[in-house]
Antibody, heavy 118, light 107 residues
Framework: QVLLQESGPGLVKPSETLSLTCSISGASISRFHWSWIRQPPGKGLEWIGFLSYSGNTNYNPSLQSRVTISVDTSKNQFSLKLTSVTAADTAVYFC????????????WGQGTVVTVSS | DIQMTQSPSSLSASVGDRVTITCQAT??????VSWYQQKPGKAPKLLIYDASILATGVPSRFSGYGSGTEFSFTISSLQPEDFATYYC?????????FGPGTKVDIK
């Protein structure tokens, strides 16, 4: 059974950097593609960015200047950094696994709430 | 960006009803559409991909149809556990986008 678990601070101050980690169990990070997706309170879903099985990345153009996704294969984890956050970045953040080569998402973490507030 | 519009935004239905949700893309996306179910406080669950293929373990009362710019999602006989919000998503390019969602609640 493949499980994803997000972790990181639940509260981030405006203008600072949001940092989250996704820990993967039951699958090797080097055999699948992965993405981060977020959902502001009461709103819809927004794709943030992608990490390929080989370590390549691709980001949502609307967030590209502020986003970095990185991998730690030794820990079977990948991470998200979002700089210069504002209240608009308050959301539930999900890490997800891609269904094969598709940008469809078959496994999701439970999500972690991140609030941007001073 | 490819935008997805979804209708209706909400609907009320009874157990046993047939429910259909539609999604429209702003450009031709072939069959690159998936559908998700999300219950309050939970992560979305993949139901359908490539417009009409049922994800593993998903009951056959769920179905999807369409290609190009017009897509539909149907629950043939609504069950109590199906009351949730449903999202379509396109993945024709490398910037996936989601529809705004359809909330299905009890009449």
């Amino acid at each position: 059974q493949v499980l994803l678990q997000e972790s990181g601070p639940g509260l981030v101050k405006p203008s600072e950097t949001l940092s989250l980690t996704c820990s993967i169990s039951g699958a090797s990070i080097s055999r699948f593609h992965w993405s981060w997706i977020r959902q502001p309170p009461g709103k819809g879903l927004e794709w943030i960015g992608f990490l390929s099985y080989s370590g390549n990345t691709n980001y949502n153009p609307s967030l590209q200047s502020r986003v970095t996704i990185s991998v730690d294969t030794s820990k079977n984890q990948f991470s998200l950094k979002l700089t210069s956050v504002t209240a608009a970045d308050t959301a539930v953040y999900f890490c997800t696994r891609h269904l094969g080569v598709l940008y469809a998402f078959d496994i999701w973490g439970q999500g972690t709430v991140v609030t941007v507030s001073s | 960006d490819i935008q997805m519009t979804q209708s209706p935004s909400s609907l009320s239905a009874s157990v046993g009803d047939r429910v259909t949700i539609t999604c429209q893309a702003t450009q031709d996306i072939s069959k690159s559409v998936s559908w998700y179910q999300q219950k309050p406080g939970k992560a979305p669950k993949l139901l359908i991909y490539d417009a009409s293929i049922l994800a593993t373990g998903v009951p056959s009362r769920f179905s999807g149809y369409g290609s190009g710019t017009e897509f539909s999602f149907t629950i043939s006989s609504l069950q109590p556990e199906d009351f949730a919000t449903y999202y379509c998503q396109q993945y024709d390019n490398f910037t996936p986008t989601f529809g705004p969602g359809t909330k299905v609640d009890i009449k």
